[in-house]
């Protein structure tokens, strides 16, 4: 399956980028698709999920070097999922402790995607708001004002934590998957300039397949979006996306 990334300031944010994404292998079948959005209320907001976005990079590594150095047999998608996660939880915990941060400076929400590029599965989890499109169709997370992020449980036991979290996806015979920040329902119309008609930008970042030859097929999707409807996004936006 081939990967898309897109990270984009909101024209609301001034300095900093608050929201993170990534995509990397487990195994030589098996991916870690990631996007991360900061909490703007939270200390360093974009401080949470840029750090959350490389402990996940780096144990994306260890594991795949740990599956090319055994040649173990490849696992499950949902038990790498809760493998991954527990790993993050656990160096997320240790970090605040050596870093003395508090739990302002790790509000961060997670959409992760752990897929199996082979059989075409995927396990997904959702901590916060966001959006999941797995073959056309759409799946919003909105936490309705009582937001949630990590660093409100990385104090709870693990795996009840885990056992009892209500947001998780399972999906069969995945050829297009994408996961983005809400930042993607805040595109409006940038002064009048317009000189095409705009489509839904969820549709077009996230269903419509045109240009998926082009590595940047996104950055081109978003440039059309700004410069041909005059619509930007106000918030910041993570996409990832995988089509195969």
Known sequence: MKSYQLLQIGTHHTNHCEDYNLVAHLSERTLLCAVMDGCTMGTDSYFAATLVGKLLRKIATEENYNSFYHKALPLPPATLLRAVMRQLMAELG??????????????STLLLAIV??????????????????????????????????????LAEPFDAWYDAHPQKLSASNVRDLSLSTDGIFTFSRLGNSATSIAPN?????LIDQSHQEVDTMLLKKLLFLQQQCGLVPTDDLGIVRLIG
């Open 116 to 153: 199996d590029v082979q059989e075409r599965t995927a396990e997904v989890l959702i901590v916060g708001d966001g959006l999941v499109c797995i073959n056309g169709r759409l799946t919003e997370y909105e936490q309705n004002n009582i937001p949630d992020y990590l660093g409100y449980h």
């Open 201 to 205: 930008p969820v549709a077009h970042l």
């Open 94 to 107: 240790t970090l605040k402790s050596q870093l003395l941060l508090n739990q302002t400076e790790l509000l």
